[in-house]
T-cell receptor, first 110, second 115 residues
Framework: DAKTTQPNSMESNEEEPVHLPCNHSTISGTDYIHWYRQLPSQGPEYVIHGLTSNVNNRMASLAIAEDRKSSTLILHRATLRDAAVYYCILRTGANSKLTFGKGITLSVRP | NAGVTQTPKFQVLKTGQSMTLQCAQD?????MSWYRQDPGMGLRLIHY???????DQGEVPNGYNVSRSTTEDFPLRLLSAAPSQTSVYFCASSSGLAGGPNTQYFGPGTRLTVL
């Protein structure tokens, strides 16, 4: 499975935008980029996913580099509830498994 | 929809005891899986199933058994609990068999302590 690399942690101020980076230099053409997050003491929850084009949903935006070797999860206005571990994961069409790394821990300051 | 449910929420076992962690989903998903999460770590796949009657091993299957007799249920059995199995266990389900765009829905977790 192709690997992803994320910083260990990031801090943000409440109501400011947050950009969470992810590197995936060995991504293949069929790999989808998924983001999940895990709030304290809860199970992971889906945030967003994309293949080649930028994606928006009610939770976040996903910006994918033109060469697809990196992507950025964008939270437009961070809230205290967005403090969580965010996982960037590659998922292929032929493999049903999700491989979680350590993720990036986002802290949000009031 | 209740989504993915897990029971119990908490469990304490003694070394050598056996038990079954229950997982159920009401979304008619074919794909179900079990993960464990140790402190400060990401999730590791234990076993998964692509449909009733079909299961396969994940990354860390030793000490665990699974079966899938119905689409809705996917229990995880600890045969002889060991302290190394102290962890938080998450069950997840997903529509479709392939990966790609399909998203996974996770349960709230079972916190297991083995003394």
């Amino acid at each position: 499975d192709a690997k992803t690399t994320q910083p260990n942690s990031m801090e943000s101020n409440e109501e400011e935008p947050v950009h969470l980076p992810c590197n995936h230099s060995t991504i293949s053409g069929t790999d989808y980029i998924h983001w999940y997050r895990q709030l304290p003491s809860q199970g992971p929850e889906y945030v967003i996913h994309g293949l080649t084009s930028n994606v928006n949903n009610r939770m976040a935006s996903l910006a994918i580099a033109e060469d697809r070797k990196s992507s950025t999860l964008i939270l437009h206005r961070a809230t205290l509830r967005d403090a969580a571990v965010y996982y960037c994961i590659l998922r292929t069409g032929a493999n049903s498994k999700l491989t979680f790394g350590k993720g990036i821990t986002l802290s949000v300051r009031p | 929809n209740a989504g993915v449910t897990q029971t119990p929420k908490f469990q304490v076992l003694k070394t050598g005891q056996s038990m079954t962690l229950q997982c159920a989903q009401d979304m008619n998903h074919e794909y179900m899986s079990w993960y464990r999460q140790d402190p400060g770590m990401g999730l590791r796949l234990i076993h998964y199933s692509v449909g009733a009657g079909i299961t396969d091993q994940g990354e860390v299957p030793n000490g665990y058994n699974v079966s899938r007799s119905t689409t809705e249920d996917f229990p995880l059995r600890l045969l002889s609990a060991a302290p190394s199995q102290t962890s938080v266990y998450f069950c997840a389900s997903s529509s479709g068999l392939a990966g790609g765009p399909n998203t996974q829905y996770f349960g709230p977790g079972t916190r297991l302590t083995v003394l």
